[in-house]
């Protein structure tokens, strides 16, 4: 393609993109001359854009990074609509795809490369996976892909390189996890599959529960699939989490409320620019069951449909909503196609819960440190009633009806898993361990183990209080005050300084969750994780004690 056939596309495809993101402005009709404005003023700016851009492929003393300034000024120009309109080209069409369906060609297992110039490891195959299929297990080191070594390749590399067309063979020579023997694995690569329904199971001998991670296309059929088979096992109250959910498909969303409520339902409803974006979403199915007791577990990365599904739940006096708010993102995306096979997620609409309410946050570019929404008093926010009259806000994100934190982590937790230290460790538990109980009986009993292997690693493993202590004296040094404190502040280090094991100790307990954790799924894949997270579950257990409302 010519560099003048690019300049004209980037200013063609910078006019789309506008237009097409018209929604996100004012609500309303315009009057015709505010309308002519705004016209005026984007077609000014294409004229100025593409005379800058002529003017630079004529005039600029080097040639112009075209791909790199492409990119740069569309990714700009929709950062200054909203956080979800975005451009994707051609070569992250499958990241797209990814993002929507959760599939891909692949063996199905997560990698793990420590080292450019060392091996590929296998950290955690899935279950029923390809790899699982071919005796891939975790810790085997993969030495080459169809005969070329990974020494020299990062992760990325390693990845895209076992990906594939699901039905063509990956050639792997691969270093097994215990007996260091080396041996030649041919693994059929299939339509990789991750589930949103991560795990269900019972509770107790009346209560069920599903996790569900996400509302990529079909989730409903296993949301459905889980609860008659809950059902069937006993259940007489269900809990649906959908904490850290950060949404997808608003029609799984929908199909999901068509199983607890009557047919005929209002659902969501969604708000555009123009009249023929305004639409009404109903339940157009007969429900599972509208009188089971339901508990619906949010927190502040519940978003999007997940929020659609609680709010029509809450609204509709058909859930006890607990946990934290979620997260307040209330837009509605389409994928719009784009010159060159790209394509455009741009917000179209705003949505609504049953009794009217928007759960996008006021303002959504200013959040908490945890990306939650930040505190609107309610002189901001508007009153409105359930089915049967109860009173809840809008103002961003569904409020809980019971409100239960969740749980907190100290910063040497965080900086453990963050670094990797007990990722690493379970790798080194499974080459020395053939097999570990059933999950249900496994509790980790080598603390002093891990101890030892922690203490040879390098991470930060400051408490928050020397972390604190620390910026707090770089910040007395910047202003001369350092000299002068000298003896407080070394009083003060000697008290809150302590060396890496002892802090590893003092957070045993908090410590060793993570690794059960992190063990079973090496051993058990995925839904053992599952398991162990729920034996250490607090929040759900104050949400099993909490009372619920009466529907």
């Not at 490369?113 to 080191?141: C, F, H, M, R, T």
């Not at 659609?308 to 719009?336: H, N, P």
Request: proline residues 4%; hydrophobic residues 35%.
């Amino acid at each position: 393609m010519k560099t003048n056939t690019i300049l004209s596309y980037i200013g063609t495809l910078l006019l789309a993109a506008v237009l097409s993101c018209g929604p996100t402005f004012a609500q309303g009709t315009a009057k015709k001359s505010t309308k002519e404005s705004e016209n005026f003023k984007l077609g000014q700016w294409v004229e100025i854009n593409n005379a800058i851009l002529k003017e630079l492929n004529r005039s600029y003393v080097d040639s112009l990074p075209v791909g790199r300034m492409q990119r740069a000024g569309i990714d700009a120009t929709l950062e200054a609509l909203d956080p979800y309109t975005v451009y994707i080209p051609e070569e992250e069409n499958e990241d797209m795809e990814m993002m929507i369906n959760k599939t891909y060609g692949g063996i199905g297992a997560i990698i793990y490369k420590p080292d450019k110039n060392g091996n590929v490891i296998i950290n955690e195959p899935y279950a029923n996976s390809p790899a699982v299929k071919a005796g891939l297990q975790s810790g085997d080191e993969i030495e080459e892909i169809d005969g070329v070594s990974t020494h020299g390749l990062d992760a990325s590399e390693s990845s895209n390189r076992m990906k594939g067309k699901p039905g063509t063979v990956a050639h792997f020579k691969v270093k097994k996890v215990r007996s260091g023997e080396v041996v030649n694995i041919d693994v059929t690569r299939e339509r990789i599959h991750l589930p949103d329904v991560e795990y269900y199971g019972m509770l107790n001998d009346t209560t069920g529960y599903i996790l569900q991670t996400g509302f990529t296309e079909g989730v409903s059929d296993s949301v459905k699939n889980a609860f008659l088979n809950l059902k069937a096992r006993g259940m007489k109250k269900l809990v649906l989490d959908l904490r850290g959910n950060g949404g997808g498909l608003m029609s799984e969303a929908i199909n999901i409320v068509s199983f607890f409520v009557p047919k005929g339902s209002l659902v969501v409803s969604q708000k555009g620019k123009t009249p023929g974006l305004d639409m009404q979403y109903h339940t157009t199915r007969e429900p599972l069951d509208t009188s089971m007791p339901m508990i619906v577990l949010v927190d502040g990365g519940s978003a999007s449909s997940s929020e659609i599904v609680t709010g029509a739940l809450q609204d509709l006096d058909r859930a006890t909503v607990m946990g934290r708010r979620t997260y307040g993102k209330g837009l509605v995306q389409s994928i719009r196609p784009l010159p060159y096979n790209g394509q455009m997620k741009v917000t179209i609409a705003k949505y609504y819960t049953p009794s009217g309410r928007c759960v996008q946050a006021i303002d959504y570019a200013r959040r908490n440190e945890d990306g939650s929404v930040l505190h609107i008093p309610d002189s901001l926010t508007k009153e409105f009633n359930t089915l049967h009259g109860r009173t809840v806000r809008d103002g961003g994100g569904i409020t809980p009806d019971e409100d239960i934190p969740g749980p907190t982590y100290s910063r040497l937790v965080y900086s453990l898993v963050m670094n990797g230290i007990i990722d690493h460790y379970a790798l080194d538990y499974v080459s020395r361990h053939e097999s570990i109980p059933a999950v249900e009986d496994f509790h980790f009993d080598e603390f002093d183990d891990f101890v030892r292997f922690a203490s040879t690693q390098e991470f930060d493993y400051r408490s928050g209080a020397k972390a604190l202590f620390d910026q707090m004296k770089s910040e007395l040094r910047k202003d001369g005050l350092e000299d002068s404190m000298k003896e407080e502040l070394s009083a003060l280090e000697k008290a809150i300084q302590m060396d890496k094991e002892t802090f590893l100790r003092i957070k045993k307990d908090e410590i060793i969750p993570w690794i059960e954790e992190e063990i079973a799924v090496r051993y058990y894949y995925q839904a053992a994780g599952v398991k162990v997270r729920l034996r250490y579950d607090k929040q759900l257990q104050e949400a099993l004690r909490r009372p619920m409302i009466q529907i």
